[in-house]
């Protein structure tokens, strides 16, 4: 950003970041991967409120689960390919229309935007009743994997 920022407070651009609803919200089993993905959504923000008087938007993009090899290819604890995800990806949102429901925030400038109604509706829901939301969170690994929550 430090050698972008000339050239978008020329153009009065656009940043957009692309990070995850585990960004907006805990997800067991996967705490490193929502640290960063908290920390690039704070960025965003704190990017948003500084850029905004020149000009210049930042749109934060929280996807659910979208349909990509990801969560397999990506590094195990072993730094070995996981050849599995934990995540029920059945439903998951395929990439075009991922990158179509993006592009539309973009030419709407918008600040945050969440590509699933469900997202939306937890993410609501986390304001009101914070509690029920993590145990819905603790409960999706079992439901998904098998596996007990730790």
């Not at 067991?28 to 000009?55: D, H, M, V, W």
């Not at 609501?124 to 409960?139: E, F, Q, S, T």
Request: include cysteine; aromatic fraction near 6%; hydrophobic fraction near 40%.
């Amino acid at each position: 950003m430090r050698f972008a920022w000339p050239h978008f407070k020329a153009s009065r651009g656009l940043v957009v970041g692309v990070s995850s609803l585990a960004g907006k919200t805990g997800v067991p089993g996967r705490t490193t991967y929502c640290a960063s993905k908290f920390a690039q959504t704070s960025f965003l923000e704190a990017l948003r409120i500084e850029a905004e008087p020149l000009g210049i938007a930042v749109l934060a993009v929280c996807p659910g689960i979208v349909a990509t090899e990801i969560r397999r290819r990506g590094p195990n604890a072993q730094g070995q390919p996981a050849g599995v995800s934990g995540l029920e990806e059945r439903g998951a949102m395929p990439v075009d229309e991922c990158a179509r429901q993006i592009a539309a925030a973009m030419r709407a400038r918008q600040r945050e935007f969440v590509t699933t109604t469900k997202g939306k509706i937890g993410l609501w829901l986390k304001l009101i009743a914070p509690r029920l939301v993590d145990n819905m969170a603790r409960a999706a690994p079992a439901k998904t994997t098998g596996n007990t929550p730790r």
